[in-house]
């Protein structure tokens, strides 16, 4: 009974659901966002979890306001358990721009750093996709850490929500503002403090590109431990907020390893000196851990210092096709035992996406014509030694060639061509972006069952739209994407909550490398238990008592508005 | 009919190219190097002359040092069916490659000579009509098309010359050397690459082919190309027209 009590309120609410929030007509001044869906093994992290949310409001509301605000928080607690969607409103709690303020900021930050010229303020208002719109006034440009520390401490007196900025290449709404937040955006903060050839330690400011970085230590004869799709964009201190995944993690590990210090300024205005350039240190908790993959929501990361590996001479890529999932799984496998110290990158792309490519991006061609195979793989080697390096490669797919593994496969003759086989991987969200509406799911999953996912969606949705999967094979990451002529309540109600239920009944993370910014903010407990969102959201009115950094974002909007 | 095609190891196309602190040529060393891309495409118009029926083996050929055999099996991965490796220590100017490439000619008897119309390190499209020079072959240079008639036994090509197309009848034997529109050249396959691992190359040495090699030509200096300077923005229209007159010299 209850079940069905409970699909009548979805069904009742996505019918009233009439703007389309991915066309971002209602983003200017609500937001609709379906909440969470309830699985059976959900339903009990939902019931632990309000008491400790009691606890935790009881202790620390004291005034009749804040009583109310309980109650509100409650209900939209209770709401959000069932299987409706809520609306996200602006918090009251935050104040609206005065002329007073912005003489202030002129006068810390200089005329022209102070941008409220409507062009402007439209691209920071908007993320890339156009999916997400936000509504502010006010775009700052600090050029010193002394200077977000002004604004930081400012905004917090006069509870002036905040939102952090790098180079607005998110996809999960969570470097644009949801309402009139104030933009601080730190690109001028673009210096590289130092470079360690002996150590390979750089130290630089959060607003430099990560491009910049690459071809800077690209002279010096090293690389970024990370690379990503949108390297010409994106700022490094935005990559650290987002923990920004990417290319290269197969091999180089996550920011949390190659991070090894950061400089961050508190809501308060108060500055975290971490910036450490130590490969060791165990002295008492290591906070710097906490502005990794926070999203901005703790503090504004301004300096950065990153140990960055060497380059390496010699780089191989293949493009392989595959008959079925498990033999590239069985790929996998064997690259790693086989390859090990060169593999470098492991993606994986599905017939589909293939597809996708060839329509709707120009001079690409099939790698392996004439036919068309049900999966590809990349393969992509770095080593220090060419004709070793080479050898062992050619030998390892020969091998996995004999055995079955790979039905077809071409091998990067020179740069030109291990680009264009790189450019077929890189150009899916490209392709996808051209080809109508897409819905991007971005999911860590175990390896084995990866591709199941995309399978029943498929079938789930039948001709109604186009399911493809790829993603970095290596690290058990599926981007799942729909492609659908345009954007459509139907077809997005039989993704979700669907995509959410069964990548948590999977154990996975409906979060890889995303982050969860204001599209999956109310998702987290699909991924993470009601006691660790608990302990996120004290940590957060710890570091951030008014939350006026970041706000509707990264922690469910029931923990989160109750602050 | 057989078709020899020379290929050349060069620093990768998508390499920056860095230039020796002695300023004596660039820096090699641990560098990519891959095939001159214009070798790529005469490959691969003689491997589709070869599919089409048209001729019946492709021998391609490369000299220099030994890490050249690495870009011969390259070509052998694309479909090539033999390899002739010539050793040859130091610089090989165009005039040295077109004597080796002249005796090679006369032991392998070949219908046709295709060859990239320049290397992409030298810059110096010579090597194609010093063959055909030495050889008194007919040549047609920066070809944009190639259409084979095997009974008058005639090349037919189309060249790119400035502000259109020249067509050429050659009498084969002949030489053509290809531009960068001609075709695109194939990917190395699996199960070629496999292929090609027992296919053959044989070496010479340049005593074998009795030729001397003279150094005709000596690198004085390589220096990189200026910097450019930084741009500025100027703050009215006088100040650009003043810049303009006075310090551009264009107005």
Redesign the interface.
Same mark, same amino acid.
């Given at each position: 009974m209850e079940k069905w009590r409970a699909a009548n309120r979805l069904l009742k609410y996505s019918s009233k659901l009439r703007c389309d929030r991915r066309l971002n007509l209602c983003y200017v001044n609500s937001i609709h966002s379906s909440a969470l869906g309830l699985t059976r093994g959900f339903g009990e992290t939902c019931k632990q979890f309000q008491p400790l949310i009691f606890r935790d409001c009881s202790k620390t509301l004291q005034e009749p306001v804040d009583r109310s605000l309980f109650r509100d928080a409650c209900r939209i607690q209770y709401r959000c358990f069932g299987f409706l969607a809520k609306e996200v409103k602006r918090s009251p709690l935050f104040s609206t721009l005065s002329a007073d303020d912005i003489s202030y900021f002129k006068r810390i930050l200089g005329e022209k750093n102070v941008i409220m010229d409507e062009d402007r303020l439209v691209t920071a208002n908007t993320d890339w996709m156009g999916k997400y719109k936000g509504s502010s006034k006010l775009l700052l440009q600090p050029s010193s850490t002394k200077e977000v520390s002004q604004i930081l401490k400012y905004c917090n007196s006069r509870r002036l929500a905040v939102v952090p900025q790098g180079g607005n290449t998110g996809l999960v709404g969570g470097s644009v503002p949801v309402f009139d937040e104030v933009i601080v955006n730190v690109g001028l903060m673009n210096n590289i403090i130092a470079f360690d050839k002996v150590s390979g330690i750089l130290v630089c400011e959060a607003g430099c590109i990560l491009e910049n970085l690459v071809s800077f230590l690209d002279n010096q004869g090293f690389i970024m431990p990370l690379d990503l799709g949108a390297k010409g964009s994106c700022q490094i201190g935005g990559n650290v907020s987002t923990n920004a995944g990417g290319l290269r993690l197969v091999r180089y590990g996550s920011l949390h390893g190659s991070v090894l210090g950061l400089e961050a300024v508190l809501a308060n205005g108060e500055v975290l000196d971490m910036l450490g350039t130590l490969r060791k240190d165990n002295t008492g908790y290591d906070l710097k851990h906490l502005f990794i993959g926070s999203e901005g929501s703790l503090g504004i990361v301004t300096k950065v210092s990153i140990l960055t590996p060497p380059k390496l001479s010699s780089v191989n890529v293949a493009f392989l096709a595959c008959r079925d999932y498990s033999s590239c799984q069985k790929l996998l496998q064997e690259a790693k035992r086989r390859l090990g110290e060169i593999l470098s990158a492991f993606e994986f792309l599905d017939e589909e996406s293939l597809n996708l490519v060839l329509n709707h991006l120009e001079g690409v061609r099939n790698p392996l014509p004439p036919s068309m195979h049900k999966f590809y793989v990349l393969i992509e080697t770095t080593g220090s030694d060419e004709s070793n390096d080479k050898e062992k490669l050619e030998a390892f797919l020969l091998h996995s060639m004999e055995i079955g593994l790979i039905s077809d496969g071409v091998l990067a003759q020179d740069i030109n061509q291990a680009s264009s086989f790189w450019h077929i991987r890189e150009g899916v969200p490209e392709a996808l972006m051209k080809a109508g509406a897409v819905y991007k799911y971005d999911l860590s999953l175990p390896v084995q069952k990866m591709y199941d996912l995309v399978e029943e969606l498929r079938i789930a949705l039948g001709h109604s739209a186009k399911v493809i999967g790829y993603g970095h094979l290596g690290d058990g990451n599926l981007h799942l994407n729909v492609s659908a002529p345009q954007y459509d309540d139907m077809i997005l109600a039989k993704i979700e909550p669907y995509v959410y239920e069964w990548t948590s009944k999977h154990h996975g993370s409906i979060s890889a490398e995303h982050g969860l910014g204001l599209m999956k903010a109310n998702k987290i407990f699909y991924s993470k238990s009601a006691e660790t969102v608990q302990v996120m959201a004290s940590i957060k009115k710890l570091l951030d008592p008014n939350g006026i950094l970041n706000p509707y974002k990264v922690l469910p909007h029931c923990v989160s508005s109750d602050g | 009919m057989k078709i020899m095609v020379p290929i050349k190891r060069v620093i990768?196309? +998508?390499?920056?190219i860095r230039v020796k602190p002695d300023k004596t040529g660039v820096e090699t060393s641990?560098?990519?190097m891959?095939?001159n891309?214009f070798c790529e495409i005469a490959l691969e118009e003689a491997l589709r002359i070869k599919e089409s029926g048209l001729a019946t083996e492709v021998v391609a050929v490369s000299m220099g040092p030994t890490q050249c055999v690495?870009t011969l099996r390259?070509g052998l +991965?694309?479909g090539a069916e033999r390899g002739i490796y010539v050793e040859a220590k130091g610089d090989l100017f165009p005039l040295s490659v077109a004597k080796i490439l002249k005796k090679l000619i006369e032991i392998e008897k070949p219908g046709l000579l295709i060859l990239g119309k320049q290397a992409i390190d030298d810059d110096c499209n010579q090597t194609g009509q010093m063959v055909a020079g030495l050889l008194g072959w007919p040549q047609g240079t920066f070809a944009s098309k190639v259409l084979l008639d095997k009974e008058k036994q005639v090349a037919t090509v189309e060249r790119e010359v400035d502000g259109g197309l020249e067509t050429l009848c050659l009498d084969l034997p002949a030489v053509i050397t290809t531009d960068l529109r001609l075709n695109?050249p194939r990917?190395?396959?699996?199960?070629n690459?496999?292929k090609a691992k027992s296919k053959v190359i044989k070496k010479f040495t340049l005593l074998d082919l009795n030729v001397e090699i003279k150094p005709d030509l000596e690198i004085v200096e390589v220096r990189e190309p200026p910097k450019r300077k930084a741009g500025v923005i100027v703050s009215s229209v006088d100040e650009l027209i003043d810049k303009l007159r006075n310090e551009a010299h264009v107005i």
């Amino acid at each position: 009974m209850e079940k069905w009590r409970a699909a009548n309120r979805l069904l009742k609410y996505s019918s009233k659901l009439r703007c389309d929030r991915r066309l971002n007509l209602c983003y200017v001044n609500s937001i609709h966002s379906s909440a969470l869906g309830l699985t059976r093994g959900f339903g009990e992290t939902c019931k632990q979890f309000q008491p400790l949310i009691f606890r935790d409001c009881s202790k620390t509301l004291q005034e009749p306001v804040d009583r109310s605000l309980f109650r509100d928080a409650c209900r939209i607690q209770y709401r959000c358990f069932g299987f409706l969607a809520k609306e996200v409103k602006r918090s009251p709690l935050f104040s609206t721009l005065s002329a007073d303020d912005i003489s202030y900021f002129k006068r810390i930050l200089g005329e022209k750093n102070v941008i409220m010229d409507e062009d402007r303020l439209v691209t920071a208002n908007t993320d890339w996709m156009g999916k997400y719109k936000g509504s502010s006034k006010l775009l700052l440009q600090p050029s010193s850490t002394k200077e977000v520390s002004q604004i930081l401490k400012y905004c917090n007196s006069r509870r002036l929500a905040v939102v952090p900025q790098g180079g607005n290449t998110g996809l999960v709404g969570g470097s644009v503002p949801v309402f009139d937040e104030v933009i601080v955006n730190v690109g001028l903060m673009n210096n590289i403090i130092a470079f360690d050839k002996v150590s390979g330690i750089l130290v630089c400011e959060a607003g430099c590109i990560l491009e910049n970085l690459v071809s800077f230590l690209d002279n010096q004869g090293f690389i970024m431990p990370l690379d990503l799709g949108a390297k010409g964009s994106c700022q490094i201190g935005g990559n650290v907020s987002t923990n920004a995944g990417g290319l290269r993690l197969v091999r180089y590990g996550s920011l949390h390893g190659s991070v090894l210090g950061l400089e961050a300024v508190l809501a308060n205005g108060e500055v975290l000196d971490m910036l450490g350039t130590l490969r060791k240190d165990n002295t008492g908790y290591d906070l710097k851990h906490l502005f990794i993959g926070s999203e901005g929501s703790l503090g504004i990361v301004t300096k950065v210092s990153i140990l960055t590996p060497p380059k390496l001479s010699s780089v191989n890529v293949a493009f392989l096709a595959c008959r079925d999932y498990s033999s590239c799984q069985k790929l996998l496998q064997e690259a790693k035992r086989r390859l090990g110290e060169i593999l470098s990158a492991f993606e994986f792309l599905d017939e589909e996406s293939l597809n996708l490519v060839l329509n709707h991006l120009e001079g690409v061609r099939n790698p392996l014509p004439p036919s068309m195979h049900k999966f590809y793989v990349l393969i992509e080697t770095t080593g220090s030694d060419e004709s070793n390096d080479k050898e062992k490669l050619e030998a390892f797919l020969l091998h996995s060639m004999e055995i079955g593994l790979i039905s077809d496969g071409v091998l990067a003759q020179d740069i030109n061509q291990a680009s264009s086989f790189w450019h077929i991987r890189e150009g899916v969200p490209e392709a996808l972006m051209k080809a109508g509406a897409v819905y991007k799911y971005d999911l860590s999953l175990p390896v084995q069952k990866m591709y199941d996912l995309v399978e029943e969606l498929r079938i789930a949705l039948g001709h109604s739209a186009k399911v493809i999967g790829y993603g970095h094979l290596g690290d058990g990451n599926l981007h799942l994407n729909v492609s659908a002529p345009q954007y459509d309540d139907m077809i997005l109600a039989k993704i979700e909550p669907y995509v959410y239920e069964w990548t948590s009944k999977h154990h996975g993370s409906i979060s890889a490398e995303h982050g969860l910014g204001l599209m999956k903010a109310n998702k987290i407990f699909y991924s993470k238990s009601a006691e660790t969102v608990q302990v996120m959201a004290s940590i957060k009115k710890l570091l951030d008592p008014n939350g006026i950094l970041n706000p509707y974002k990264v922690l469910p909007h029931c923990v989160s508005s109750d602050g | 009919m057989k078709i020899m095609v020379p290929i050349k190891r060069v620093i990768d196309y +998508a390499v920056k190219i860095r230039v020796k602190p002695d300023k004596t040529g660039v820096e090699t060393s641990n560098v990519k190097m891959s095939m001159n891309p214009f070798c790529e495409i005469a490959l691969e118009e003689a491997l589709r002359i070869k599919e089409s029926g048209l001729a019946t083996e492709v021998v391609a050929v490369s000299m220099g040092p030994t890490q050249c055999v690495d870009t011969l099996r390259t070509g052998l +991965a694309m479909g090539a069916e033999r390899g002739i490796y010539v050793e040859a220590k130091g610089d090989l100017f165009p005039l040295s490659v077109a004597k080796i490439l002249k005796k090679l000619i006369e032991i392998e008897k070949p219908g046709l000579l295709i060859l990239g119309k320049q290397a992409i390190d030298d810059d110096c499209n010579q090597t194609g009509q010093m063959v055909a020079g030495l050889l008194g072959w007919p040549q047609g240079t920066f070809a944009s098309k190639v259409l084979l008639d095997k009974e008058k036994q005639v090349a037919t090509v189309e060249r790119e010359v400035d502000g259109g197309l020249e067509t050429l009848c050659l009498d084969l034997p002949a030489v053509i050397t290809t531009d960068l529109r001609l075709n695109q050249p194939r990917y190395a396959t699996l199960p070629n690459i496999m292929k090609a691992k027992s296919k053959v190359i044989k070496k010479f040495t340049l005593l074998d082919l009795n030729v001397e090699i003279k150094p005709d030509l000596e690198i004085v200096e390589v220096r990189e190309p200026p910097k450019r300077k930084a741009g500025v923005i100027v703050s009215s229209v006088d100040e650009l027209i003043d810049k303009l007159r006075n310090e551009a010299h264009v107005i």
